[in-house]
Every structure is written in C-alpha cells, then in structure tokens.
C-alpha cells in the first residue's frame, strides 16, 4: 500500500521521514508508515499544518492524509503487522522482540522505498530503543543515508508528522474494516481503543475470551495483560514420546491435573483411542498413522 509510480522528483536527492502507529495496543495490527519527497520540498512540507498525529482529531488526521495521497510532490508507503505476526514472533523459540519487529518494519520501507528509484539520502525517524544504537544499526544497513534518530521525532520534523499520520489513519481504517475470522456467537465489535488500559478493552477482552481457544485472532495474545485472563483456561499437556513410568501422564508441568476437554463444555461419545489422547497416554493418532518417530540423532 503506497505511491507506486516513480515521480521525476525521485531522482533528485530525497527526504523520507518514518513513525508507527499501535504498538501499545493489546488489539490489532501495528502500522510502519513513512512519507518522502524531494529535499527541496521540505520548507512547503512544513506549511502543509502536519503535526504528530496523536495532537490531531480523527477528522483532521483523515483531512490530511487524503490531501497528501493526491498531492504529487509527496510519496508514502506502510508496512502493516499482524496481530497475528506480532505474537508468533514474540513467542517462538527464538524470540523476536517488539524492538527487533519495529527495526525490521522500518527497514523494511526504506529498503522498498530504494528500490522503486527513489534517491533517498536523508531518513528521520522516531527512535526505537536507544538512539543511538539504533542509528548505527541503520547506518550499518544503509550507509550511503543519512540518518536522524531522535525521540519524540515525529513533533520536531514535518516529514515524521507526516508519517505519523500515514500510520496512524491506516491502523484506525484496519481496525474500523476489521473482519473477525471466528464465527461463535455474541462476537461483538465493541473493543475500544484497544489500549490495554482502556475499560471497554478490558470487558471486551473478558467477554471474548475462550477456556480452549484462547482469544480472537485481534488480540495479541503475546502482551502481558492477557495473562490475567488465562488463569482459569484449560491448560495443555503437548505429546510426549514415552509414557509417564511414575504414573503421572495426564498432569502438566506444574504437578498439575490436565483438563480434559469433557470439563469445559466439549462432549464426544468416542472413546478408547482418543481418551487415551487426551489424557496423554500415547501418541496422536496423526503420528501412529504415519509411523513417525522422534528423531534423536540426525
């Protein structure tokens, strides 16, 4: 999403300015966005009224995007993470952290940016992490751009406020044109701004919670204020190869008694095999049938 044809101006030494929008939520996606234009269009940049876009009304920030989607002097492009990715990354074995997804994300535009013609020699953007450290890292990465790194970035320079408000407009469109992938009933869209401190957030949150599944795939279940929720969810017991010779198959790591799927609402009139699943006695099934063994030396 973002300017797709190459304007003359790009090939004249060019500004860009990046910021985010959502990376506090507990719902949602997180939005990079980034604006550019020629250096020389810097001093009119800064007459276009842009300014960090959590000081504009909503109106206004939409009022301004719009000006500058139509206005040929200017480009932009966003990058938008799912809440989905967030939390996958945030949890893997080898953990990707906010700061680390957010340093990609940036990137990740300059380099797209590069590489439709655009002559960038100056980026501005507001700091993830350390300032410093965090400009090296870029400069490393691109060392023919000159880098600002700088807090609270996107109220000191107008290409940054510009930006802003890419993301920040993209990220409330995504979230007002979201579609919930689950189907149960009583789903409502009554979420809030989606900050974890929000009151309307957090009685969403309790109400569309589920003691298997989880929550809804607009969560990032990865964020800290979801644990309060999980205290009396369904615990898992993953597979293991041999049985538990002390007897202690169907309990988790802590000791504890697994809950079997019977106790919160799920019935089956099978038996024999899938008891045995679920209780954590044996393979799965999707393992048996296949003759798949754990491979130890490789």
């Not at 100056?122 to 490393?140: F, H, N, R």
């Not at 809950?259 to 044996?282: A, P």
């Amino acid at each position: 999403m973002g300017s797709k044809i190459l304007p003359q101006w790009a090939t004249k030494p060019c500004a860009m300015g990046i910021d985010e929008a959502g990376r506090g939520p507990v719902l949602g996606p997180m939005v990079y966005g980034c604006l550019y234009c020629a250096q020389s269009y810097l001093k009119t940049l800064a007459t276009l009224s842009f300014a960090d876009s959590k000081t504009l009304k909503e109106e206004k920030r939409e009022e301004l995007f719009e000006t500058l989607k139509t206005n040929d002097s200017i480009g932009w492009a966003v990058d938008v993470i799912d809440p989905r990715e967030l939390s996958a990354k945030m949890l893997k074995k080898n953990k990707i952290n906010l700061n680390e997804i957010s340093h990609d994300s940036a990137m990740g535009l300059i380099d797209r940016v590069l590489k439709i013609g655009v002559l960038l020699t100056e980026v501005y953007i507001d700091t993830v992490g350390d300032p410093g450290k965090y400009e090296m890292k870029l400069s490393k990465h691109f060392p023919s751009i000159k880098f600002v790194v700088a807090k609270k970035a996107d109220s000191l320079y107008p290409v940054v406020s510009g930006a802003s408000i890419v993301a920040k407009v993209t990220r409330d469109r995504a979230l007002r044109e979201w579609v919930l992938d689950e189907t149960a009933e009583n789903m409502q869209r009554d979420f809030g701004s989606g900050y974890p401190g929000d009151p309307q957030t957090k009685t969403w949150l309790q109400d569309h919670k589920h003691h298997i599944f989880g929550f809804p795939t607009l969560v990032r279940f990865s964020w800290g204020t979801c644990n309060s929720y999980f205290k009396d969810i369904a615990q898992v017991l993953w597979e293991s190869d041999n049985l538990d010779e002390d007897g202690g198959a169907g309990k988790n790591s802590n000791g504890k008694r697994q809950l079997k799927l019977s106790n919160v609402g799920f019935t089956s009139s099978k038996r024999g095999s899938e008891e045995i699943e679920s209780s954590g006695k044996g393979r799965c099934r999707f393992f048996q049938a296949r003759k798949l063994e754990h491979l130890t030396n490789f």
